[in-house]
């Protein structure tokens, strides 16, 4: 094969998130002659963004003053906060929690704020590249971190070339930014040759599932915020649900399941669409539209599993590191500081990682993850256990002296029959969409059928066997996009990996109970297509 | 020999088109956007023809907002040599377009104007036949293989019979369809070198093209939903069915 073509930047950034682009307006505010390039998988700036979202609005004011004159296309000023408990039939309005209280803050899409925000930082000499992806890390002859390849373009399915194959170049830098969001492929990757997650506890995750919808006229009220916990999920399933009514008669919501659930046959895509019907919301949603739909994989694990964000030649920021703070619901004002912070890091230490993880471990960014460490571990108890203990934490301000352990999702599944199952009670749903496929639709996802499968199972053999037996094959229930299916053909039964519907959540790569499932980007430019999500 | 690459830009292939609740249009706002893949076409055949030697200058044309810059360096990091906006912000008609174009191969005097067969949001496929007309030159449209020689272009077209081929004296109007060639990949330092190259801005007002509205949108609709299937049981049920609907 020929020599791969190589640029060269001072600074390479993996991910057009709100981190990475926070990241490199600061990089470029600060230290204009600084070259920086942002690479992103998605072929438009935003198109893979999936988020709530309610924003603080702080870090946005301290990056870009003056910002309030020029709001992102979709930011409405956060109204009333309503907190519920639901059962199947009714629900009890409770007092919103402190972290909850939204005055102050905006509701954005977070997708058409990055999309906002790139044009910001090409014009500061930001070269922003839609499309591109990041298909492995390149390494100096001393070990540290060189830069990223971009894949090819045009291999088909079988690794040959098709007519319009165009070899991918090496971006190299002085320093490699991994701003990848949650489970970074990249990231992952490096935390391994790092050993960046010695000492540290597994990182965790949800999965969230978002629809955006566009209601009758005059239903919604712009500004309202609503978060619920309790049905449909059982008391040992991590569950809760967020309503955000945008303006235009539009609301966008979701449901977010832990990942740590145990009972095999769960179905985080199936919770989501049962909560759309609970009596509470199904009225607003009525005779409304799907406009975009999409699932993303949250990290949560917080202080407790906040890996080592330095390694020679690379940091972590943002939701790859790991710095969302799960009972606020919130990682976007995370995202920004850590960007800036490692922007300006940078910058005072000639363009040099080492000391930013004690930089960032002694800023407020990680402050705010230590006060509420304890909170999340502790629904692994059960519901009410881990509501007491969050109003606990909250009155000590996580001044607790102990920190509770977060354990790797995967290992947390029980084997079929190992638990009583536990009690569904579901109901007849009668609003769209009707299955996942359906639902997959909204997502616009878009991956040429004949390129390799960018979900790599490393023993396939596994599927029909081992795991038919211990697990039911739970893939083909936890993936939100139907991506994973058990055929029996006449080749027998065996694992059938649609990939072309994959809306790269990640949640395959996270809880596939024997971490033989990696997930690498496909073609650039593949994958959802969300709309103001 | 100059080619003219009429480039327009749309709501990308993969959106699902949302028509705005009042029916005033199509909702536009975060959506993405990105080439015509039929001028995409046209632009790969023109730098085809200029790698083969047939060519010397491929030049992009558009017509759009400030913002379409973005959109005519795509273009240029494709491969074309440099790219003519001209800026308005006002929708623009398959006539006015062709009047446009006119006015520019006026002052390029091209010897091949290519465009895309139609352009998938309003799908008029007007803009090439009608521009070949005002130009008083032969078209040869819905291209499917193009070879250029002797100032001459043999054209095979896919028409609803077959396959059609046509020659034509250069110069002339080639509109491109589905299967004529495959567009290649943007590279990332064909980027970085499409930053450099130039684009002439030309304002809509300055050209004296007439901007007639010559046709008027009353409303947009969505297509009307498809009903809930009914399961029947067996074929007496589905006749007697189709009876009760008068289909039988």
Sequence with gaps: ?533 | MKILVGYKRVVDYNVRIQVKPDGSGVVTDGVKLSANPFDDIALEEALRLREKGVAEEVVVVGIGPADLTAHLRNGLAMGANRAIHVVTSDAVQPLTAARVFLKLIEKEQPGLFIVGKQAIDDDANQTGQMLAALWDRPQATFAGKVEIADGKATVTREVDAGLETIEVELPAVITTDLRLNEPRFIKLPDIMKAKAKPIDSIDFASLGVEAHDHLKTTHYAPPVKRGKGVMVKDAAELVAALKQKGLL
């Design chain 1, 1 to 533: 094969m020929s020599e791969r073509e190589t640029m060269e930047y001072d600074v390479i950034v993996v991910g057009a998130g709100p981190a990475g682009l926070s990241f490199a307006i600061r990089l470029k505010q600060l230290k204009p002659e600084v070259s920086v390039c942002v690479i992103e998988k998605a072929s438009t700036i935003g198109a893979q963004i999936l988020s709530g979202a309610v924003i603080e609005p702080q870090p946005l004011d301290a990056l870009l003053p003056g910002w309030r004159d020029n709001p992102p296309p979709i930011c409405v000023p956060a109204g009333e906060d309503e907190f519920w408990l639901l059962s199947k039939d009714s629900g009890r309005k409770l007092p919103v929690p402190p972290g909850m209280r939204n005055h102050g803050n905006f509701i954005v899409s977070l997708g058409a704020m990055c999309a906002w925000l790139a044009p910001q930082a090409e014009a500061l000499g930001v070269d922003v590249f839609p499309g591109f992806a990041a298909a492995d890390t390149i390494f100096n002859e001393d070990g540290s971190v060189a830069g990223v390849s971009i894949g090819d373009m045009g291999v088909a399915k079988d690794g040959s070339h098709k007519a319009g194959y165009a070899q991918g170049i090496d971006i190299k830098a002085k320093v490699t930014v991994l701003a990848e969001g949650a489970r970074g492929s990249l990231t992952k990757q490096l935390i391994k040759r790092f050993k960046l997650d010695q000492g540290k506890d597994p990182q965790a995750y949800s999965i969230g599932i978002k629809e955006l919808w566009q209601l009758p006229a005059g239903r919604a009220t712009p500004g309202k915020i609503v978060h619920s916990f309790g049905w449909p999920a059982d008391s040992h399933t991590y569950g809760g649900s967020f309503i955000y009514h945008l303006d235009g008669d539009r609301v966008a919501l979701g449901y977010v399941s832990g990942l740590d659930y145990s009972d095999p046959d769960y179905k985080p895509w199936e919770a989501f669409q049962q909560w759309k019907n609970h009596p509470s919301l199904k009225p607003l949603l009525e005779g409304g539209e799907i406009l975009s739909a999409g699932a993303r994989a949250i990290v949560t694990g917080g202080y407790q599993s906040l890996p080592n964000v330095e390694m020679p030649g690379a940091l972590l920021i943002g939701d790859t590191a790991g710095l969302l703070n799960v009972p606020k619901v919130k990682g976007t004002h995370q995202a920004i500081k850590s960007g800036m912070l490692a922007a300006e890091h940078l910058v005072a230490n000639e363009l040099k990682p080492a000391g930013f993880d004690a930089k960032l471990r002694a800023s407020d960014v990680v402050a705010e993850l230590k006060k509420v460490r304890n909170i999340k571990p502790a629904f692994k108890k059960g519901l009410w256990f881990g509501l007491l203990n969050a109003a606990w934490e909250t009155a000590l301000g996580g001044a607790s002296p102990w920190t509770l352990k977060n354990k790797a999702d995967w290992s947390s599944l029980h084997k079929l029959g190992a638990q009583e199952e536990p009690k569904r009670d579901y109901v007849q749903r009668t609003l769209p969409p009707r299955d996942r496929l359906a639902g997959v639709y909204f997502a616009a996802t878009e991956h040429d059928e004949d390129q390799p499968i960018h979900l790599h199972v490393s023993d396939t053999s596994i599927c029909v066997t081992t795991c038919a037996e211990e697990y039911g094959n739970p893939c083909t229930r936890f993936c939100p996009a139907s991506v994973y299916e058990i055929v029996d053909d006449a080749a027998g039964k065996r694992l059938q990996i649609n990939a072309a519907n994959c809306v790269h959540c990640k949640t395959c790569d996270i809880k596939d109970p024997y971490q033989i499932i990696n997930w690498v980007t496909p073609e650039g430019g593949s994958g959802p297509n969300y709309q103001n999500m």
